[in-house]
C-alpha cells in the first residue's frame, strides 16, 4: 500500500464504501475485502423509481462527476432524482492497486474487467439499496463502456441509458492509443516493474502520459482557436502543465495500469461469442448514444456504427472544440448540450 493523500476525503469526498468481502474476476482469482467507494446525492423516492446511476471514467472520482453534472436545475437534479455515484474498480477510491493490502505492485493486483465493475455496481444497488430499476444509467468514456455493459448485462433493469464519448466494443485504434498511455507510464525507469515508493518516483511517465493526452484528448480546433484561453490560460504550455499535467502527476501510476488494462478490453459482445449485434440487440433500454463530434478517441463514425444495432435509440452528436477532454466540463455550453439531450431522455416513457 502506498500513500498518496490525493485520493482523501479532502479532495475527492465526501463518499462512501461498501464491502463487497471477496470479489472474484473474470479473468480469474478475486481481489479479497474488495471495497466500492460511492457517493449519494438526493433522496430515493417511496417507489424507488427516480434511482440514476453516475460512473467513472478513467482516472475520474465521484467528485468531478459531481462537480460537472449534478446538481440543482441541472438534467441530473438531486431535488428530483436518487443519484449514486459509484467509483470503478482501480481509480484510487475504490480497491486499487495503490490502496489494496494484496498489492505492492501492478502485477500484484488482478486484472479487472468492466464486466467486474458492473457485477459489483449490481451487487452494491440490490444489496445495499435494494433497488429493482434505474431511471438512467449515465456519464462517458469508460463510463460509456460500463453504461453498455449494464444496459446488456442486466436489461431488465436498466430503464435508460445514455452512453456519452464512448463504445460498447473497444476499437483497434483506440486499444493501440491506450497502448501508448501504458508505455510512457512503463518506460520510466524508476516505475521499477510497479515497484516504486510513490507516485512522485514516476512524475516523468505520468509528465509523458499527460502529453499523449494533449495530442489526442484535445482537437486540433482547440489548439487552432486558442480555445485554451476560455479556460483562464495563457498559452499551450501553460495548458499542458497546469491543466493536463498538474491532473496527472498526482495519480497512482499502478491505478492507471489497472484502469487502462480494462479501458482496451471492454467489450459486450464476450456474452455472445464475439457478436456484437447480438449482444447490444439484448438492450431494452431507451438509449441516447452522445458522441462528441471532435473526439479523437470515440469519434462519432464509431458510435452510429454500434447505435445502428441498438433498439430504440438515437443518436446525438454534441459539439466541442474540446474533443474528449470536454468531458471534465469546462466548456459550459457543452454541459449544456449534454442537460439538453439527459432531460429529453428522462422524459421518455418507457
Same mark, same amino acid.
Given at each position: 500500500m502506498r500513500d498518496n493523500p490525493y485520493y482523501s476525503q479532502a479532495n475527492h469526498g465526501p463518499f462512501e464504501t461498501y464491502r463487497l468481502g471477496s470479489f472474484s474476476l473474470e479473468e480469474g482469482g478475486s481481489i479479497p475485502d474488495c471495497d466500492l467507494a460511492y457517493a449519494t446525492f438526493g433522496q430515493l423516492n417511496k417507489s424507488k423509481s427516480n434511482a440514476i446511476l453516475v460512473l467513472t471514467w478513467y482516472g475520474g472520482t465521484s467528485k468531478i462527476m459531481e462537480q460537472a453534472y449534478i446538481g440543482q436545475g441541472r438534467a441530473l437534479d438531486p431535488e428530483k432524482y436518487f443519484i449514486i455515484c459509484v467509483n470503478q474498480i482501480g481509480n484510487g477510491l475504490s480497491s486499487s492497486p495503490h490502496n489494496h493490502p494484496c498489492s505492492s505492485a501492478d502485477s500484484d493486483f488482478p486484472k479487472v474487467r468492466i464486466g467486474d465493475d458492473v457485477v459489483a455496481q449490481h451487487r452494491l444497488l440490490t444489496q445495499h439499496f435494494e433497488l429493482e430499476n434505474l431511471a438512467l444509467v449515465v456519464v462517458g468514456s469508460m463510463g460509456a463502456q460500463q453504461t453498455y455493459e449494464w444496459a446488456v448485462r442486466y436489461p431488465e433493469m436498466v430503464k435508460r441509458a445514455a452512453a456519452i464519448a464512448g463504445t460498447a466494443q473497444n476499437t483497434d485504434h483506440d486499444f493501440l492509443f491506450t497502448a501508448? =498511455?501504458?508505455?510512457?507510464?512503463?518506460?520510466?525507469?524508476?516505475?521499477?516493474?510497479?515497484?516504486?515508493?510513490?507516485? =512522485?518516483?514516476? !512524475?516523468?511517465?505520468?509528465?509523458?502520459?499527460?502529453?499523449?493526452?494533449?495530442?489526442?484528448?484535445?482537437?486540433?480546433?482547440?489548439?487552432?482557436?486558442?480555445?485554451?484561453?476560455?479556460?483562464? =490560460?495563457?498559452? !499551450?504550455?501553460?495548458?499542458?502543465?497546469?491543466?493536463?499535467?498538474?491532473?496527472?502527476?498526482?495519480?497512482?501510476?499502478?491505478?492507471?495500469?489497472?484502469?487502462?488494462?480494462?479501458?482496451?478490453?471492454?467489450?459486450?459482445?464476450?456474452?455472445?461469442?464475439?457478436?456484437?449485434?447480438?449482444? =447490444?440487440?439484448?438492450?431494452?433500454?431507451?438509449?441516447? !448514444?452522445?458522441?462528441?463530434?471532435?473526439?479523437?478517441?470515440?469519434?462519432?463514425?464509431?458510435? !452510429?456504427?454500434?447505435?445502428?444495432?441498438?433498439?430504440?435509440?438515437?443518436i446525438r452528436v454534441l459539439n466541442s472544440v474540446c474533443g474528449h477532454v470536454a468531458l471534465f466540463g469546462t466548456e459550459p455550453q457543452f454541459l449544456s448540450q449534454v442537460d439538453e439531450n439527459l432531460r429529453e431522455l428522462l422524459e421518455c416513457d418507457v
Open positions: 501508448s =498511455l501504458v508505455d510512457a507510464i512503463t518506460s520510466d525507469p524508476k516505475w521499477r516493474d510497479g515497484k516504486y515508493e510513490s507516485h =512522485l518516483d514516476v !512524475v516523468a511517465g505520468l509528465k509523458r502520459h499527460a502529453g499523449i493526452w494533449a495530442v489526442m484528448g484535445l482537437s486540433t480546433e482547440f489548439y487552432q482557436t486558442q480555445a485554451w484561453r476560455d479556460m483562464g =490560460l495563457d498559452s !499551450v504550455e501553460q495548458f499542458q502543465t497546469e491543466f493536463l499535467e498538474a491532473t496527472f502527476t498526482e495519480m497512482d501510476p499502478n491505478n492507471l495500469l489497472c484502469m487502462a488494462w480494462k479501458w482496451q478490453r471492454g467489450d459486450v459482445a464476450r456474452h455472445t461469442a464475439g457478436d456484437l449485434a447480438g449482444a =447490444l440487440a439484448r438492450i431494452s433500454a431507451k438509449t441516447f !448514444v452522445m458522441p462528441i463530434d471532435e473526439d479523437m478517441f470515440f469519434p462519432p463514425r464509431d458510435c !452510429v456504427r454500434e447505435q445502428e444495432l441498438i433498439n430504440d435509440s438515437e
